[in-house]
């Protein structure tokens, strides 16, 4: 018996909810770039983690399969992510976003 199967999967959904709604809340209050980053990815990892309960719930590996390319793009994601943070301290000497205003045109 598969140790997922033994959670029912109420279980997964609250938590993976409740991580999301974190995600969600970081990403509206928060003004600093790399909190913002991170609240993303803690979205993006909730949805990941829902996908492979599902799929094992289901025994298909297509969810698995699903997750791992969601993995590559959110590793992608953040190396762009990074890079670009990087250039808007060295513009602005600052990562908040309120400060992203000076960038305007």
């Not at 938590?15 to 969600?24: N, R």
């Not at 983690?49 to 699903?66: K, M, R």
Request: proline share 2%; aromatic share 10%.
């Amino acid at each position: 018996m598969n140790t997922l199967t033994t959670i029912p999967i109420n279980h997964y959904l609250i938590f993976c909810s409740m991580l999301f709604s974190i995600g969600v809340i970081g990403v509206l209050i928060k003004r600093n770039a790399l909190v913002i980053l991170m609240s993303v990815e803690l979205m993006i990892n909730s949805v990941n983690l829902l996908l492979a309960a599902f799929s094992a719930y289901s025994n298909d590996p297509a969810g698995q399969i699903f997750v791992f390319f969601i993995m590559v793009v959110a590793a992608a994601e953040v190396a762009i992510g990074l890079a670009i943070f990087v250039l808007i301290y060295k513009t602005t000497h600052s990562i908040d976003i309120d400060v992203l205003n000076k960038l305007k045109w």
